[in-house]
């Protein structure tokens, strides 16, 4: 699995529950962008803002191109879907249980003020496996900024299986 921001807790969870099914082995999970799950990042939340402030909070983000931001036909139906994207991470609850057992790519933007290094680092927590960090030039949207440099770890680490 690569799971990127929220989609690294989707991921983790997904993860989690078919470690439990008879077929649940898993070899590597890349995450990124988030820290780890079971910690309070006590970050600003704004999913219940009013449409003006949410996307005002959105635009100061970056990674959203101002031409979306700027239509407003086009934000009224993207209102409900980025609004969910952002009540995943911030309503989160973290349920004790199973870990992971695979290693763990952990990606982190070196720029990114929406997570904590320090518990980006704590993801070892929840694996047996052995866990390698990656800290990569840019911000929270550092997948788009270096989609080469991404693509190339992944596919580095993914070799390492094939022999």
């Not at 929220?6 to 962008?33: C, D, Q, T, W, Y």
């Not at 006590?42 to 909070?57: N, P, T, Y």
């Not at 635009?59 to 407003?72: S, W």
């Not at 911030?90 to 004790?96: A, G």
């Amino acid at each position: 699995f690569f799971g990127h921001s929220n989609g690294a807790l989707i991921s983790f969870e997904v993860a989690r529950s078919l470690l439990a099914g008879p077929k649940g082995r898993m070899r590597h999970h890349f995450l990124s962008a988030k820290s780890a799950p079971h910690l309070s990042n006590g970050m600003r939340k704004i999913c219940g803002l009013d449409d003006d402030e949410f996307i005002r909070s959105i635009r100061e983000m970056g990674g959203t191109p101002p031409e979306v931001l700027d239509d407003a036909r086009l934000m009224q139906r993207l209102l409900p879907r980025l609004r969910a994207d952002f009540a995943i991470g911030e309503r989160y609850v973290f349920r004790p249980g199973a870990g992971l057992a695979c290693d763990i790519s952990v990606l982190r933007g070196e720029y990114d003020d929406s997570v904590d290094g320090e518990f980006v680092k704590r993801w070892s927590e929840l694996t047996t496996g052995r866990v390698c960090q990656y800290l990569i030039d840019g911000d929270h949207f550092f997948l788009n900024s270096h989609k080469s440099r991404v693509v190339a770890l992944v596919r580095a680490v993914l070799l390492e299986y094939a022999s």
